[in-house]
């Protein structure tokens, strides 16, 4: 099957850069996409991974290593809007449109 | 153009009840798929329909059922309710559900408590 690890919780304060980790477990996958969820309302996609490397979008980027079975997702310049949940997924060879989720990091940004 | 939109927003039913949601997707997409939030289980999926067709699904028991109509909007019904099912349920749609980087877009879920 396939599983992801994220930490539950991450603290930062406004204004810094943070971190947060994605490791999985799978046999086989198209990529790695990163989603944010503010307080039980819909996921939003933030950036995708096909390849290793980093992408970035604006103040988020996202990285793959498929060697190393981890991808980050990298929040900078963090503004109190950014506190929310965010999850990595996987998207699966010949599985359509299915994710699968990692159990979610809950980011707090403080003053 | 309009989101996804899923309604009811809110529902409590009791347990033993069914309960059916609905799900409109971004104009022009085929696929939709369903997902079951929980504290305790994450985000979890349900299953994935595209042209009317079940194209994928999750590791739920079968009284979690789904349809998509020609219109590509879809309902998934819950039958013999148990107090576990409550939770927040989403769905996303996307243009073929092609997967890979195609964007999922959610809708703001049907919160459903069985008491």
């Known amino acids: 099957g396939q599983s992801l690890e994220q930490p539950s919780e991450v603290t930062a304060v406004e204004g810094a850069i943070v971190q947060i980790n994605c490791t999985y477990q799978?046999?086989?996958?198209?990529?790695l996409s990163w989603y944010q969820q503010h307080d039980g309302g819909a996921p939003t996609f933030l950036s995708y991974?096909?390849?290793?490397g980093l992408e970035e979008t604006g103040r988020f980027s996202s990285f793959l290593s498929r060697s190393d079975s981890y991808g980050y997702l990298l929040l900078q310049e963090l503004q109190m809007k950014d506190s929310a949940s965010y999850f990595c997924a996987l998207s699966g060879y010949n599985q359509g449109g299915k994710l699968i989720f990692g159990q979610g990091t809950e980011l707090s940004v403080k003053p | 153009k309009a989101g996804v939109t899923q309604t009811p927003r809110y529902l409590i039913k009791t347990r033993g009840q069914q309960v059916t949601l609905s799900c409109s997707p971004i104009s022009g997409h085929r696929s939709v798929s369903w997902y079951q939030q929980t504290p305790g289980q994450g985000l979890q999926f349900l299953f994935e329909?595209?042209?009317?067709?079940?194209?994928n699904k999750g590791n739920f028991p079968g009284r979690f059922s789904g349809r998509q109509f020609s219109n590509s909007r879809s309902e998934m019904n819950v039958s013999t309710l148990e107090l576990g099912d409550s939770a927040l349920y989403l769905c996303a749609s996307s243009l073929s559900g092609r997967g890979g980087g195609e964007t999922q877009y959610f809708g703001p879920g049907t919160r459903l408590l069985v008491l």
């Open positions: 991974n096909a390849l290793d």
């Open positions: 329909y595209f042209s009317e067709t079940q194209r």
């Open positions: 799978t046999s086989g996958f198209y990529g």
